[in-house]
């Protein structure tokens, strides 16, 4: 069968990478989160007290950083790992979540990540999901989703996922995180978060992961007949 690369852009927390590594597992496809590269970068440069505000430092920062999906058996989908360490974890922290858009803002850092995300697609039978997938990094693909949800209903399925690590974490404090990411990521100037005009349109306010999966493998089968 036809192998296509498949992108998922949209706001934080809509459930694109679930339903990105859903896909890749149903079409046997590779699941890239770009966010994850974004979000090494970010650790890299808190770790290091890189000043990011200046651009030849950043540039000879990210000269260091070399980033590695490995396939993770156990998970059955890959971890990020830095400089041959693995930071999937580490990655997920809030303290990542409140710098990463700034960071993922930088015109050094976007040509750096998108570049490696461009070799990643050269084999197809990808699904990647990010900001800028279907806009920038893969402009041509077959299929282009885009998904949105209810800001309430995000707010209630982060907080879910980070009060299992972090039980002192509040409602208001996941709230703030995600609207100010949606800000930065829909504003900043280098290839903002917006959708492609050929990109379809997943709500999943009132889907459960089952009907947003059927429905998004109905999308593929329709491209790939
Ligand atoms: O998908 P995520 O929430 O893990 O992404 C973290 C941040 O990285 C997000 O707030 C914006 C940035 N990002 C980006 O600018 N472009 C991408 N393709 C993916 C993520």
């Known amino acids: 069968m036809k192998k296509i690369i498949i992108t998922i852009d949209g706001y934080s927390s809509c459930g694109k990478s679930t339903l990105a590594r859903q896909l890749a597992a149903e079409l046997n496809y590779t699941f890239i989160d770009s966010g994850a590269m974004y979000r090494a970068i970010t650790l890299y ?9 200046n651009a030849a430092t950043v540039a000879s920062a990210l000269k260091k950083i070399s980033l590695e999906f490995v396939f993770n058996p ?15 974890v580490m990655i997920r922290e809030m303290l990542i979540s409140e710098n990463v858009s700034a960071i993922a803002a ?16 050269v084999a197809s039978g990808i699904v990647m999901d990010g900001r800028d997938i279907g806009t920038t990094v893969f402009p041509h693909a077959a299929l282009k989703l885009f998904m949105t949800a209810d800001i309430a209903v995000r707010v209630q399925r982060r907080y879910k996922e980070l009060m299992l690590k972090n039980p002192g974490i509040t409602i208001e404090e996941v709230k703030n995180n995600l609207e100010m990411r949606d800000y930065i990521d829909t504003n900043r100037e280098i290839s903002p978060l917006h959708k492609a005009d050929d990109a ?8 459960t992961m089952e009907q947003q999966l059927k429905k998004a493998l109905k999308l593929v089968h329709e491209k790939i007949k």
């Open 45 to 53: 440069f808190l770790r290091n007290h890189v000043n990011w505000n």
């Open 74 to 88: 156990a998970k059955g989908s890959s971890d990020m790992y830095m400089n041959g360490e693995n930071v999937e």
């Open 106 to 121: 930088i015109a050094e850092v976007r040509t750096f990540a998108v570049a490696q995300q461009q070799k990643m697609g």
């Open 200 to 207: 379809i349109v997943i709500d999943n306010t009132d889907l």
